[in-house]
T-cell receptor, first 114, second 111 residues
């Protein structure tokens, strides 16, 4: 595709539910990043994939958050037992390997936990 | 982790006025990236600065990296309504290759 795509664009869920957010990176981009952006803040790093493996997951806030990228392309961010504080826009970005300095962001998924 | 401070948080200008946002760090940076996010949009990469004292221009935008590589600025000359958005600096430092985004400066341009 022409750019990074993310689905769904909006997700409303209830506290305690499980959600999955999907990211489809730019074709050929081996590096993939997940960020979380709260209102009035900059993107907060969550996890970085090189190919299929998570090279850096130091930004995941707790063990309720997990991400996979089984075939080195599409990635899914999974949040278990959602809490109201998880409400934010979840951004995905991709880049060429070794080029974390030039990331291309997707439109984001706005997650609302009621 | 790397902490950066961006000032101001908000800036209102009249169309045609200049605008500057500053990004300051207490530690030496490896490089710094700047992104723009339009209201309701996603961050879009603008530029990367790597060298001490580096200055780069993109039309009405001028980006500077401090001599000590601890601060950076973005200056917009003669703002237009299309410049509206939040400007983020995103530096890397130490052994980290993942940029850390600042809080951003939101620019509001009044016609």
């Amino acid at each position: 595709g022409a750019g990074v795509s993310q689905t769904p664009s909006n997700k409303v869920t209830e506290k305690g539910k499980y959600v999955e957010l999907r990211c489809d990176p730019i074709s050929g981009h081996t590096a993939l990043y997940w960020y979380r952006q709260s209102l009035g803040q900059g993107p907060e790093f969550l996890i970085y994939f090189q190919g299929t493996g998570a090279a850096d997951d130091s930004g995941l806030p707790n063990d309720r958050f997990f991400a996979v990228r089984p075939e080195g392309s599409v990635s899914t961010l999974k949040i278990q037992r959602t809490e109201r504080g998880d409400s934010a826009v979840y951004l995905c970005a991709s880049s060429l390997i070794g080029r974390a300095d030039t990331q291309y962001f997707g439109p984001g998924t706005r997650l609302t936990v009621l | 982790g790397q902490q950066v401070m961006q000032i101001p948080q908000y800036q209102h200008v009249q169309e045609g006025e200049d605008f500057t946002t500053y990004c300051n760090s207490s530690t030496t940076l490896s490089n710094i990236q700047w992104y723009k996010q339009r209201p309701g949009g996603h961050p879009v990469f603008l530029i990367q600065l790597v060298k001490s004292g580096e200055v780069k221009k993109q039309k009405r935008l001028t980006f500077q990296f401090g001599e000590a590589k601890k601060n950076s600025s973005l200056h917009i000359t003669a703002t237009q309504t299309t410049d509206v958005g939040t400007y983020f600096c995103a530096p890397t430092s130490g052994g980290s290759y993942i940029p850390t985004f600042g809080r951003g400066t939101s620019l509001i341009v009044h016609p």
